[in-house]
């Protein structure tokens, strides 16, 4: 829920049975088939040999009595320095608030959850404020138009988060007459609901005792015990549910979250900040080996491997007439399904030659007839990430539109350049209608003349 969310593709999570004794086991049999860590070695290299630090010892976080200490550290750290944010109830509340829109309630943990996936929480705040406005009740955004959902959502990524939810808004209406289920078992069947989220609406707005696991609890996890497993593993759903506090499972759980968040990140920890740092296993294994804490724990949790991103090359034409600029309708399947675009054609990645044509080929096929006399300038290029496509995206201009009318299947609009923001466009082409801008009005001189400001790669 808090910080930068990883989301974790995981099965229902591991049952409960499972002691926290074999979780140590487990921990120890991964150490035990790697070399320990010395000065000079190279992630890669590096694998844990924490099992020789004191944390180590018998009982570990195994009797109760270990544990509850564990939990009163962690849940006083949280009563302290918890972040006040719009969906978060004030700690230690202890009831479930029935007002939809309040803080804390089912539906604005179940919002905000889905938009913090993948997503920092400075960048949450205010599309979770606008959201709550507009759609108060979980009937409201039932009853909601797609486009609507989409302009509300432009910009934070991830979109089929936004049409899951929708449709579990539908289900929910349908199904429970508008009453979020406590159970898990009925919330994963809700669309966009898998064990991480059930786990928050159910700890944190029902008071279940429920365990979630997200990136930043599989990094505590991982550093706590010195779990040298990739964030995904299963392990770490183990660990979550024994150490789970069942008097105060959602601040617990929000807890976890925010030390995650706030002390232990990826790349900065802040080891001596950390109110967990007496019993963390890797830093302790750390100390005994005169090695930098900080840079040793971020060894931990291991890094997923990495799936090689696709490089794609897109030609983007923005098309003006009086004051207006062409956009398109996506598909409502594939890439950024049902948002607005600029017309755009794929196009070759290491030669811009041909754009020219294939952006007239393509205005073809919209129904523009684009006359020879009509001048297309290019603006420049931007860059945007895809989780597997790295896209460059080079901008085209076309300023004075032929008057053709444009094929009436094709769903369009005209917009007015002060009111591009506010549609449902993707960051991609936010990026491309700001660089458009910077390009003033070509001179009338200029005819068919294709220009281009490029640097090209030459071997």
């Known amino acids: 829920m808090l910080g930068q969310k990883n989301a974790i593709p995981t099965s229902e999570p591991c049952d409960s049975r499972l002691s926290f004794g074999m979780l140590l086991f487990i921990a120890g049999a991964t150490a035990s088939k790697v070399k320990s860590l010395v000065p000079g070695h190279r992630r890669g290299k590096i694998r844990t040999a924490a099992c020789t630090s004191k944390s180590d010892e018998p009982g570990f976080l195994e009797d109760e009595e270990a544990n509850e200490a564990l939990r009163k550290k962690l849940l006083s750290w949280y009563e302290r320095e918890h972040r006040d944010l719009p969906w978060r109830a004030t700690p230690f509340s202890g009831k479930v608030d029935v007002d939809e829109g309040a803080a804390g309630s089912p539906y604005a943990v179940w919002v905000s959850e889905i938009m913090l996936q993948q997503t920092q929480v400075a960048t949450v705040v205010p599309y979770f404020e606008r959201w709550m406005k507009e759609f108060p009740t979980l009937v409201s955004l039932s009853r909601a138009e797609e486009d609507r959902i989409n302009e509300l959502w432009a910009g934070l990524g991830y979109y089929r988060r936004a049409r899951m939810l929708h449709q579990g808004a539908k289900l929910v209406v349908e199904k429970h007459g508008g009453t979020i289920p406590q159970d898990t078992v009925d919330l994963l069947k809700i669309p966009g609901i898998g064990p991480y989220t059930a786990g928050a609406i159910a700890s944190i707005a029902f008071r279940k005792a429920e365990p979630l696991v997200d990136g930043n609890v599989a990094r505590v996890f991982s550093r706590l015990l010195s779990i040298d497993e990739e964030p995904s593993n299963k392990v770490f759903w183990v660990a979550a549910r024994r150490a789970l506090d069942g008097n105060n499972p959602g601040d617990f759980n929000q807890a976890l979250m925010e030390l995650g968040s706030t002390v232990c990140t990826p790349k900065v920890p802040s080891c001596a900040q950390c109110p967990l740092r007496l019993e963390c296993k890797s830093r302790n294994a750390a100390l005994e080996r005169g090695l930098d804490i900080e840079d040793y724990v971020t ?161």
């Open 299 to 459: 060894k931990f949790p291991r890094k997923p491997k990495k799936t090689k991103q696709q490089e794609q090359a897109v030609a983007v034409c923005v098309v003006e007439n009086d004051g207006h600029l062409l956009m398109l309708k996506r598909p409502k399947t594939g890439l950024l399904p049902g948002l607005w675009e600029f017309p755009s054609v794929e196009v070759d990645c290491d030669d811009d030659k041909n754009d020219a044509n294939r952006i007239r080929r393509k205005l073809r096929t919209l129904g523009l007839a684009l006359p020879k006399t009509r001048t297309l300038q290019c603006v420049g290029s931007v860059g945007h990430i895809f989780t597997h496509i790295r896209q460059t995206l080079r901008i085209y201009k076309l300023e004075g539109a032929p008057t053709n009318e444009i094929d009436s299947r094709i769903e369009h609009r005209w917009t007015r350049e002060d009111e591009v923001e506010g549609t449902a466009i993707s960051a991609q082409m936010k990026k491309v209608f700001e660089k458009s801008k910077s390009l003033s009005k070509p001179d009338d001189g200029l005819m068919d003349k294709f220009v281009t400001k490029r640097k090209r790669k030459r071997d």
